[in-house]
């Protein structure tokens, strides 16, 4: 765990690499997310003040987005699509099949930590379906079985 | 041994990735020296991965390609077990008008050598003899059409932007795919990134602008990776900056989403690139005056700019000449969901629904019959087997009160259940709403919860559902909480039955 003050320093250097940019809040917060796996709050202040915001708009901001995390999340995140191409090949019913087989809805991690189920409304997967991003990796067709095997494969 | 192999998501997410390490290798061990081009789709997905080898009878094509059927590429091609024959003699490839995705599939995306062999660049040195008005002019002679769903037209849009005086413009690249069963933006992006920056050069060079950005949606790792490589190499070689030498300035950046759907909607996407939540913004000021950081702004469709080029190149009228009645041009079809061959497919507008989904697709991968098919995304209507007849064509579409949207296709079979489907566009309103106005904050949960009463057995809930959604249509600040009602209210008028049903069980 990082203490208060490594966190700020080295959001201090994220600050620094997009001075001069327009509009660079996203830019900023996906870059610290991707630093820290989550936007620490202890960085909000500093991104506020920074871009002469006030800490509640830069809050607003990031709470307005749902790729922006408060708190960490699994060693894996499992992210199934939920959306209409995916459904006509049966992703309701697959996304039911994770959620029992993780013991898990949608949002939340395994009490080990090891995993985050997650909805994701369209990769543009859509004539593979059903899909889903798995720790970054994109599959197309999945079924109960490729699911459970890749399940196995995250404790 | 040239070897082709699409880095296209879609193929990626079918085993791509491993299919060219297991090239790779098996080149290695056999001494084989091969030069594997990882391409854009050919659009026909259900053949990913697909391979091509280069012959001297061009370039055949073997699929859907699995690891076991990696070292058969290194025999005799004639008896691989996936040989397709040539890629441009398959009738998908061969039926289709390819103005937009020309060279998607064909050309190595990266090479800025591949894309000059192709006619890339032929549009943007024709336009830097023109004056911007007269490239304003080329653009709305074509009748190209907002690709992104609204459909207006282009060339008033850029002229509102090009006559518009202020110190800074910008062209804006809408790139925030989120609307299921399309995927065109991606494949484009993945395919032939050259393309979409000759378009806003272009772009930018008709209405004064310097700089732009390609706003991509997080959901889209690859597209933005390769856009990213492309937008460094156009700068290196001369493309943006200077551009080609003529003394003219244009840049771009991409800028990533963050999951935020109703940021395709444009006005939401500029207080996104802004770096604010994703709010609508009320019309007017329109952002074509009033856009980014409060300059006169172009926000185009990525296949809206990817259509530029071709008609700089072969002229207003060659890109007219395709299409019916007010809508010109081709369009990239993207046929999903429960099909047999889904994918991507480029054709003037005009075919039936019908043709589409019987002819093209093939019906259902499932082998069951068709039910329903939403037009146009979460937010088109569902279109029963009874309307498979309307021509594809924006006012077309309207008329039956639906819409063609980005021109995805989702296709159910039987099994679908529809007042499910009206129940999930509710829901996706609800949680995908920006929150600006009431109609669609509130109405959409109401509406969760007014189909929920229906699925009980509630009939007194019906006329309910359909006042709520004339005033979520007509009260609504955009889109998001305005077409909602198209989903909801095709299922029910088009699908009686599924919200009848539930009554009678209870």
Redesign the interface.
């Known amino acids: 765990m990082l203490d208060s003050d490594q966190t700020i320093s080295r959001v201090e250097e994220i600050l620094a690499r997009h001075q001069g940019m ?6 900023i ?2 870059a610290i997310q991707a630093e820290f796996g989550h936007v620490p709050q202890d960085a909000l202040p500093v991104v506020a003040k920074a ?1 002469n915001i006030s800490r509640a708009e830069a809050h ?2 990031m709470s ?5 995390r408060e708190a960490p999340v699994g060693r894996h995140v499992l992210k199934l699509c939920r ?7 049966g992703a309701d019913r697959l996304a039911d099949h994770a959620k029992t087989t993780l013991g898990l809805d949608w949002h939340e991690t395994a009490k080990d930590g090891s995993v985050t189920l997650e909805p ?10 059903p ?1 889903a ?1 798995v720790d ?1 990796k ?4 999945l079924d109960a079985k490729k699911l459970d095997a890749l399940v196995e494969g995250m404790k | 041994m040239k070897i082709y192999l699409p880095l296209d998501s879609a193929a990626v997410a079918l085993g791509a990735d491993e299919i060219a390490a297991a090239i790779h290798k098996h080149a290695h061990d056999k001494g084989i020296s091969v030069n594997l081009v990882r391409n854009g789709s050919r659009g026909m997905v259900w053949l990913e991965p697909l391979v091509e080898v280069e012959t001297a009878a061009g370039r055949l094509a073997f699929g859907p390609m699995t690891l076991s059927d990696v070292p058969a590429l290194f025999g005799d091609l004639a008896q691989h077990p996936k040989a397709l024959g040539p890629a441009d003699d398959l009738p998908w490839m061969k039926a289709q008008t390819r103005l937009t995705f020309a060279r998607v599939g064909v050309i190595d995306p990266l090479s800025l050598d591949d894309y000059k062999t192709q006619g890339g660049l032929t549009g943007l040195r024709r336009a830097l003899t023109m004056e911007p008005a007269a490239m304003v002019a080329e653009v709305t002679a074509s009748g190209l059409r907002g690709r992104g769903g609204a459909g207006f037209p282009t060339g008033i849009k850029w002229k509102t932007v090009s006559e518009a005086k202020a110190d800074r413009k910008y062209i804006v690249c809408n790139a925030d795919e989120g609307d299921s069963a399309t995927f065109a933006d991606r494949m484009l992006m993945e395919g032939d990134p050259f393309t979409l920056i000759e378009g806003m050069v272009i772009a930018g060079l008709a209405c004064g602008a310097t700089k732009g950005f390609v706003y991509i949606r997080s959901e889209y790792p690859v597209a933005i990776r390769v856009m990213e490589a492309a937008i460094a190499t156009a700068r290196a070689e001369g493309v943006l900056g200077d551009v080609l030498g003529s003394g003219k300035s244009f840049d771009m950046e991409v800028r990533v989403g963050a999951g935020a759907y109703v940021c395709g909607e444009e006005t939401s996407l500029l207080n996104s690139l802004e770096g604010k939540r994703g709010v609508v913004r009320a019309k007017p000021p329109l952002p074509a005056l009033q856009g980014f950081m409060g300059k006169p702004t172009v926000v185009n469709n990525v296949i809206s700019l990817a259509s530029v080029p071709v008609i700089f190149e072969k002229g207003a009228e060659f890109y007219k000449g395709f299409g019916l009645g007010r809508s010109r041009g081709t369009i990239p079809l993207q046929i999903a969901g429960n099909v047999k061959h889904g994918g991507l497919y480029e054709i003037a507008f005009g075919l039936t629904l019908g043709e589409i989904v019987d002819g093209i697709a093939g019906g259902t991968a499932s082998g069951r019959p068709v039910k329903a098919v939403q037009v146009g995304g979460p937010l088109g209507a569902y279109f029963p087997r009874a309307l498979f007849n309307t021509p594809f064509g924006y006012e077309e579409f309207a008329g039956k009160d639906g819409l063609i949207g980005h021109a995805g296709l989702t296709v159910f079979d039987d099994s679908a259940d529809m007042l499910a489907q009206a129940r999930f566009a509710m829901e996706f309103c609800a949680i995908e709403s920006c929150g600006k106005c009431t109609p669609c904050r509130i109405g959409a949960v109401r509406g969760v919860e007014t189909v929920d009463r229906i699925a009980k057995g509630d009939a007194a809930a019906i006329p309910l559902l359909t006042d709520l959604c004339n005033t979520m249509k007509a009260g609504s600040l955009c889109a998001l909480g305005g077409f909602t009602p198209y989903p909801v209210m095709s299922a029910l008028t088009h699908f009686p039955d599924d919200f009848a049903v539930k009554e009678a069980a209870e």
Do not use: I, T
């Not at chain 1, 307005?64 to 922006?68: A, C, E, M, P, V």
């Not at chain 1, 959306?83 to 090949?89: F, K, L, W």
């Open positions: 327009e509009g660079a809040l996203l830019p917060l996906h871009m607003g901001v307005f987005y749902h790729d922006f959306a209409e191409a995916c459904q006509a090949m994701v409304f369209c990769l543009g997967l859509c004539a593979c379906g899909a991003l970054g994109l599959v197309g067709r």
